[in-house]
């Protein structure tokens, strides 16, 4: 079944305690984003990645990293989390010029 | 870059009512305009796309157009029903910039009985 797999759905933890978050697609896709989705905000592009070792900034980066070492992965680092990192994540992924296809999310919870 | 106002916020209707959302965008560039509906703790997923070449996609009960003049494009939805009932997102890509898709801020559709 193709799909995008995030991991964990759920996370809480402390203050600058770094963490992964895991983003997976099996469909061969080039293009790799993660977004943050906040009440009020919409969707909100955090870093994306155009093929393997190509990833930019979005619109809202501070705090986070990516890495594309292969192409099916596209993990979501937070170094030192923040209470205002509160959010629900998302990953996405898409061959060019065609529709995202999104994960289950990740809900993160920074204390 | 590009930037996408999405209203109304909210919107309530009644069962087998018409809903229309409406959203502008700032980038002339953008030629890819899709819709996302995401039911409540669910993912967004795509119901309707349209692109820049074309003013009008319908697929059943639901019809985007776009005013590529105007900048703006809208979701309509004609007899709706409870199970319509969610949050929807429109969007804008320059598939010239491949990844970098702009969301609206949402727009929270609830279908009363």
């Known amino acids: 079944e193709a799909q995008v797999t995030q991991n964990p759905r759920y996370l809480i933890t402390v203050t600058g305690k770094k963490l992964t978050v895991t983003c997976s697609q099996n469909m061969n896709h080039e293009y790799m984003s993660w977004y943050r989705q906040d009440p009020g905000l919409g969707l909100r592009q955090i870093y994306y990645s155009m093929n393997v070792e190509v990833t930019d900034k979005g619109d809202v980066p501070e705090g986070y990293k990516v890495s594309r070492k292969e192409k099916r992965n596209f993990p979501l680092i937070l170094e030192s989390p923040s209470p205002n990192q509160t959010s629900l994540y998302f990953c996405?992924?898409?061959?060019?010029?065609?529709?995202?296809?999104f994960g289950n999310g990740t809900r993160l919870t920074v204390t | 870059g590009e930037n996408v106002e999405q209203h109304p916020s909210t919107l309530s209707v009644q069962e087998g009512d018409s809903a229309v959302i409406k959203c502008t965008y700032s980038?002339?560039?953008?030629?890819?305009f899709p819709w996302y509906k995401q039911e409540l703790g669910k993912r967004p997923q795509l119901i309707i796309d349209?692109?820049?070449?074309?003013g009008e996609k319908k697929d059943q009960r639901i019809a985007v157009t776009l005013n590529k003049t105007a900048k703006h494009f809208s979701l309509h939805i004609t007899e709706t029903q409870p199970e319509d009932s969610a949050v929807y997102f429109c969007?804008?890509?320059?598939?010239?910039?491949?990844?970098?898709?702009?969301f609206g801020t949402g727009t929270r559709l609830q279908v009363t009985l």
């Open positions: 349209i692109r820049s070449n074309v």
């Open positions: 969007a804008a890509r320059n598939t010239g910039t491949a990844s970098k898709l702009t």
């Open positions: 996405a992924s898409s061959k060019q010029d065609s529709p995202l296809h």
């Open positions: 980038d002339s560039a953008s030629n890819y």
